[in-house]
């Protein structure tokens, strides 16, 4: 049976789960996801946990609070002007704390997201930059369907 190494692409279900054990992506209810490893899709930590699994594993490895997604740092929630967010989107765009926006990366060729914490009268709007599960304790489910 093929084995996952550093340069393998997949064919996988995976579910990704918080301390509380909702699930932030499943994808068991849908199509299979298909990824590069190496390649940014994963976190280095799950990526490692992968490695040398074959074909056809059905496994769940629990990864302490950090390990995944590092830690929580305080640096990352920020304030954004409105103007900004004018000139990044729809200036009729309306926010409210929950919502998951995506930024384009300054050099255009990918995105990042921040969730909205929180929103000024003058329209400015507070983002935590922080992956969801960062600081926390995470389970990451996968069932490997392919390793070329």
Same mark, same amino acid.
């Given at each position: 049976?093929?084995?996952?190494?550093?340069?393998?692409?997949?064919?996988?279900?995976?579910?990704?789960? @918080?301390?509380?054990?909702?699930?932030?992506?499943?994808?068991?209810?849908?199509?299979?996801?298909?990824?590069?490893?190496?390649? *940014?899709?994963?976190?280095?930590?799950?990526?490692?946990?992968?490695?040398?699994?074959?074909? @056809?594993?059905?496994?769940?490895?629990?990864?302490?609070?950090?390990?995944?997604?590092?830690?929580?740092?305080?640096?990352?929630?920020?304030?954004?002007?409105?103007?900004?967010?004018?000139?990044?989107?729809?200036?009729?765009?309306?926010?409210?704390?929950?919502?998951?926006?995506?930024?384009?990366?300054?050099? @255009?060729? *990918?995105?990042?997201?921040?969730?909205?914490?929180?929103?000024?009268?003058?329209?400015?709007?507070?983002?935590?930059?922080?992956?969801?599960?960062? @600081?926390?304790?995470?389970?990451?489910?996968?069932?490997?369907?392919?390793?070329?």
């Amino acid at each position: 049976m093929p084995q996952v190494d550093f340069a393998s692409f997949l064919t996988l279900h995976y579910r990704l789960s @918080g301390p509380d054990g909702r699930a932030v992506i499943n994808t068991f209810d849908g199509p299979p996801a298909t990824l590069s490893l190496g390649a *940014g899709e994963l976190s280095p930590a799950i990526e490692q946990r992968l490695l040398g699994l074959e074909e @056809g594993t059905h496994t769940t490895f629990d990864l302490p609070a950090g390990e995944a997604f590092g830690e929580r740092q305080p640096d990352m929630v920020q304030w954004v002007a409105r103007k900004l967010l004018n000139e990044l989107g729809d200036p009729l765009e309306q926010y409210t704390s929950g919502d998951v926006v995506q930024f384009p990366t300054p050099d @255009g060729l *990918g995105q990042y997201a921040g969730t909205v914490i929180d929103v000024r009268a003058d329209g400015a709007v507070c983002f935590d930059f922080n992956h969801p599960l960062a @600081g926390q304790p995470v389970s990451f489910e996968v069932q490997l369907i392919g390793v070329l």
